[in-house]
């Protein structure tokens, strides 16, 4: 079973477009990529027992918020940083999911050898993202409804990153979770520093939409005029994740037959429309 889904080295263009899609506070992202940056220092001129830093950063917050594609861009800002680097993702589903009684081999094998021997030749970036699936909360699980592997899955995703702290000091684990609360605690106490990304504020919802009209404006010349309006976008917008601004602002198009043939016809009354049927939608997520 192959649980590597991405393996790349950085920088990388690409990857430095994911840092500038996510709009947030300036401080909040120097702070990640200087937390990731002192951890591979620290880690690796002081043994654990003298600094217990476990090389693990935490991404928390719901769905939308973008800490998937945050991670990929925080991954290249701290390559340039350090020189270069290699990120791995890993597909946590496909670990937890595997066969009745072979999760956990499958988990111990990928921090025991995979990771480590990726990380032989320049330091290795891990992304485990909705770490909840590799490493659910122990105590919440039944062993009717969960059978005895998954909790040695988590188990062995618990070993394999005190593997690496000690013994791979050239890797970084930046985990995501949707579901803090379904998380191990023992993985959340291995944490060296958990960041809450929550739904954009007022100038960061002021970049997207900016950025998105600029961006349907090359091909739309009237769109971009939209601009003027967007102290009434931005209020319009309270409350929504980016990924739900901007297919709303987009969606603004399907207002009509006509406006989607043709976005020039797109108007202001139109994306408060739209942007306000977005933000009444129900949060299917937490509902569910």
Do not use: C
């Amino acid at each position: 079973m192959d649980v590597i889904v991405e393996h790349k080295q950085l920088p990388s263009k690409d990857f430095e477009a994911a840092w500038d899609a996510i709009k947030l506070d300036a401080s909040v992202k120097e702070r990640l990529v200087a937390q990731a940056v002192l951890s591979l220092q620290m880690r690796q001129k002081f043994s654990f027992e003298q600094i217990p830093m476990h090389g693990l950063i935490l991404m928390s917050g719901p769905p939308g918020t973008g800490k998937t594609t945050l991670a990929r861009g925080l991954a290249d800002r701290i390559a340039k940083v350090v020189g270069r680097a290699q990120y791995v993702q890993l597909d946590a589903h496909a670990l937890g999911s595997s066969s009745l009684g072979k999760s956990q081999k499958e988990v111990s094998k990928i921090f025991s050898q995979t990771i480590p021997e990726l990380a032989m030749s320049m330091p290795a970036i891990v992304l485990l993202d909705e770490v909840e699936t590799l490493a659910a909360d122990r105590q919440k699980m039944s062993l009717e409804a969960n059978p005895i592997d998954a909790h040695r899955a988590t188990d062995a995703a618990l070993a394999g990153i005190d593997l690496l702290t000690r013994k791979h000091r050239n890797t970084l684990l930046i985990a995501t979770t949707n579901y803090p609360k379904a998380v191990d605690r023992a993985l959340l106490s291995r944490a060296d520093w958990i960041e809450e990304i929550g739904p954009p504020g007022a100038e960061a919802r002021k970049q997207i939409i900016l950025e998105v009209l600029e961006l349907l404006g090359r091909e739309w010349p009237k769109v971009g005029h939209l601009r003027t309006h967007i102290a009434a976008f931005v209020a319009a917008s309270e409350g929504m994740d980016g990924r739900r601004l901007r297919k709303a602002l987009t969606s603004a198009g399907a207002i009509s037959i006509e406006t989607a043939k043709d976005l020039n016809k797109l108007t202001r009354e139109n994306v408060l429309e739209t942007l306000s049927q977005a933000a009444e939608q129900p949060d299917l997520v937490e509902a569910a």
